[in-house]
């Protein structure tokens, strides 16, 4: 089970940081990754990180601005969003994934469990 949290408002140029929970399982195992679905859009890959953490893969909308970590001890995965936009507006979800080699996936399709997403807005 994934609990997503840290969502808000925020002006744009703010930042926030979202946090992704998760309970049972084995979170060591599992590629993690963040998507957002804006109203009426459909659902975009934002960032992902390998089951140990040496592997981030993130969209180009958000490079240099988002960082996703995790600390495997915790079982938390995060997403660090700087210099947020209105156009990040978007329900925040996070994703396990079985980690079936080095590099996580962007594909929703890879992600098999699901958190119930944390809205963020940004206002301009």
């Known amino acids: 089970q994934l609990q997503a949290s840290g969502g808000g408002l925020v002006q744009a140029g703010g930042s926030l940081r979202l946090s992704c929970a998760a309970s049972g399982g084995t979170f060591s195992s599992h590629n993690m990754g963040w998507f957002r679905q804006a109203l009426g859009k459909e659902r975009e890959f934002v960032a992902a990180i390998s089951r140990g953490g040496g592997v981030t893969r993130s969209a180009d909308s958000v490079k240099g601005r988002f960082t996703i970590s995790r600390d495997n001890a915790k079982m938390t995965a995060y997403l660090q969003m700087n210099s947020l936009k209105p156009e990040d507006t978007s329900v925040y979800y996070c994703?396990?994934?079985?980690?079936?080699?080095?590099?996580?996936?962007?594909?929703?399709?890879?992600?098999?469990?699901w958190g119930q997403g944390t809205l963020v807005t940004v206002s301009s």
């Open positions: 994703a396990a994934g079985p980690a079936l080699n080095g590099v996580p996936s962007t594909s929703s399709m890879a992600y098999e469990y």
